[in-house]
């Protein structure tokens, strides 16, 4: 077997060292936009905002408990004894609401739901939440 030669032209290696380098800063800038829209400033003040729903048969509570950039959860509290039997499906689309909510950090646009009334009553009260520890973050 014979001995191989292999030949670099410093051009190419100078062309190869360019092309990484500006490879690592394109990354580097998208890893840097990606964490500065995630983290760093305030969105929401943390802590547990609450907005009432009033009704003709009774009243609600709806809570919204905030982190910094994350909404953690969703309830309803201080329901009348009237609201479970005038508004049965209130509880059960509170739940399929937070669900929806924590798991995409973003109010749902459209109602999918078996109560679209009652969804929409309900993302009034937690938009109505969402605005107040929003705020009060600057604060």
């Known amino acids: 077997m014979g ?15 360019v092309f990484a380098v ?16 995630t983290g760093g400033e305030e969105v929401y003040k943390p802590g547990t905002y609450s907005s009432d729903v009033v009704l003709p048969d009774g009243n609600f509570t709806v809570e919204v408990t905030v982190g ?3 909404i953690k ?34 109010l749902p646009e459209e109602t999918l739901g078996q109560s679209p009334m009652t969804e929409k ?7 109505k939440s969402l605005e107040k520890a929003k705020e009060n973050a600057g604060n």
């Open 73 to 106: 959860s969703v309830s309803v509290t201080n329901t009348s004894e009237t609201i479970p039997v005038f508004y049965p499906l209130v509880e059960s689309t509170a739940e399929d609401i937070e669900e929806k909510i924590v798991s995409m950090q973003v």
């Open 121 to 127: 009553m309900l993302l009034e009260a937690v938009e």
């Open 22 to 37: 500006l490879g690592i800063m394109f990354i580097a800038a998208a890893l840097y936009l990606v964490m500065a829209k």
């Open 3 to 17: 001995s191989k030669f292999m030949v670099f032209k410093f051009k190419d290696m100078i062309k190869t060292a």
């Open 68 to 70: 910094k950039n994350k």
